[in-house]
């Protein structure tokens, strides 16, 4: 028990710390300010998230690995250990924020008109059950790091400026404090996770299987996130022949960037928007 408890008091004080590490950085001047844009965008963005939201779990495996015979129940504790001290984390710096803005905390917020709304447990209970799909969008961030690069250099994918969509901002809106800001914070992060993977996908979808599906729900439910539906994929009463047709059509080859058919860098100035191509 003893180990439990250094172990989940030295991650709550670090983690802690080092929240209170980027308001003090936001105090320096033009260095602080340089810091904290660096930190608010890709790849300095992955580095704290990945020190807030994993570096506890990995510290568990490697208290768990240097002690020799430790049981994979040990293991698990380890894990509920990093677990609690990242949530006590959040709730310890979430009323410290609010105390620090005790104006903004009394006026017009989300968290409590939402409780007013559908229960303040029920809210309470939503908020955190989102936090649980935090390990897939890592796991998305990850792919998109590590596996996207690969892709451009086999077959010419588009390369994308990260930090367009890996950036939160919401820490500059006013009136956030507390449970509202670190939430907004989430979703900021989480929005751009998403959109990003899933601007990653066009590409994979419309170069491989250029097939509009049978089914017409599921082609209208699509068609928002992969235009390509309605912008060029065959028809699923074609053949291969009239798929062939699409790839010929609409990719250059080797040298030539093999973008979804939407993608803005088939469009040009001296190039007109053709049916299948959508205006600028």
């Not at 006013?174 to 998403?194: A, F, H």
């Not at 093999?258 to 007109?272: C, Q, Y």
Request: hydrophobic share 50%; aromatic share 12%.
């Amino acid at each position: 028990m003893t180990e439990l408890a250094t172990f989940g008091g030295a991650t709550f004080v670090v983690l802690l710390l080092s929240a209170l590490v980027f308001h003090a950085a936001a105090r320096l001047g033009g260095v602080g300010k340089r810091l904290c844009e660096i930190a608010a965008a890709a790849p300095g963005l992955d580095v704290v998230v990945f020190y807030f939201t994993t570096a506890p779990w990995i510290g568990a495996v490697a208290v768990w690995a240097t002690r020799g015979e430790q049981t994979f129940g040990r293991l698990m504790l380890l894990f509920v250990v990093a677990g609690a001290s990242q949530v006590l984390t959040l709730l310890m710096w979430a009323r410290l924020h609010e105390a620090m803005h005790p104006g903004t905390r009394k006026g017009p917020r989300i968290y409590p008109t939402l409780s007013r709304k559908v229960g303040p447990v029920r809210n309470h209970l939503a908020v955190w059950w989102t936090a649980l799909v935090l390990p897939v969008f890592n796991l998305v961030r990850i792919a998109e790091i590590v596996l996207w690069p690969m892709l451009v250099w086999l077959v010419g994918f588009p390369r994308y400026p990260m930090k367009q969509w890996i950036n939160v901002s919401r820490h500059k809106f006013s009136g956030l404090v507390g449970y509202d800001l670190i939430w907004c914070l989430y979703c900021d992060w989480m929005t751009g996770v998403w959109s990003l993977g899933t601007e990653m996908l066009r590409n994979v979808e419309s170069f491989w299987c250029p097939i509009r599906f049978s089914s017409p729900e599921k082609c209208e439910n699509c068609r928002i996130d992969f235009p390509d539906v309605e912008n060029g994929w065959a028809p699923p009463t074609s053949d291969m022949a009239a798929v062939v047709k699409v790839l010929d059509e609409k990719y250059p080859g080797p040298g030539g960037v093999n973008a979804w058919f939407g993608h803005p860098v088939r469009l040009t100035v001296d190039r007109k928007p053709t049916e299948d191509r959508p205006k600028p």
